[in-house]
Structures are given as C-alpha cells and as structure tokens.
C-alpha cells in the first residue's frame, strides 16, 4: 500500500512537470538569497538553485521560508570573477519541501526582466 501511495506521488509530480509551459533549465546557478523570515529577523544566505525558468526556479536554503513570502534572489558570480554585482530581483515563494539539507523552494519572479542571463527554448502551446 505505501510502495503504491509513493508511486502514485511520483506520477502526479511527472505529470505536474508535464504540464508546465516554460521549459525548466537544470542549472545550478550560484546565488545569494536575502529577506525577512516570519520573526521579523533578516536573513542572507549563499546557496545554488536546482534548476530555472524564464519565469522562476527551484533553489535550496536553510532557511524556513513559507508560500507567498518574498525574497530577493542575486546571481552569484564564481570566486575569483571580476563581474559586476547584479541587482537583487523579488520572487514569490511558491512551494516548500523539506529535504535532509534544509527546504527545497520554487519561487516566482514578480517583475519582469532578466537575472539568468541565459536563451530559453520557447514555450509550449496552450492546449
């Protein structure tokens, strides 16, 4: 029953994926996380996301955050790279999931404009 119950979770995450129109990246981009947690206490972290979207991205962090809380998300340059800093962007958290490390996170930017700096496929039809 509970073999049944995870196989069953799995094939609603593959056709959940299946259905998003933007095409996901699987790219771990550094990047610095900043905010307000729920106490009212700011927060920076370095980490890296799992994978991003023209519109989004999946990142993992220490830190507890919470659905529609709002972060601010920097790409990170590589140590020793003399890039210039970019300006944070605001996304929304969309999901939280705990994992061994901490929380698995999809988040959605807000504004419009470019933090990747990378060419994405083009989108899927509407059905």
Not at 49 to 61: H, M, N, P, Q, Y
Request: proline share 8%; with cysteine; glycine share 8%.
């Amino acid at each position: 029953m509970t073999q049944g119950l995870k196989v069953s979770r799995e094939a609603a995450r593959e056709l959940e994926f299946d259905r998003r129109k933007a095409k996901r990246l699987f790219l771990f981009f550094p990047i610095e996380i900043s905010g307000v947690d729920q106490d009212g206490r700011a927060f920076l972290e370095q980490t890296k996301t799992d994978d991003i979207s023209e519109k989004g991205c999946r990142l993992v962090t220490s830190i507890r955050l919470y659905c529609g809380d709002l972060i601010n998300i920097r790409l990170t340059p590589p140590p020793g790279t003399s890039f210039p800093k970019e300006s944070p962007q605001v996304f929304k958290v969309m999901w939280v999931h705990p994992i061994k490390s901490g929380w698995s996170v999809g988040a959605h930017k807000i504004h419009d404009g470019e933090i990747w700096k990378v060419s994405f496929p083009p989108t899927k039809p509407s059905a």
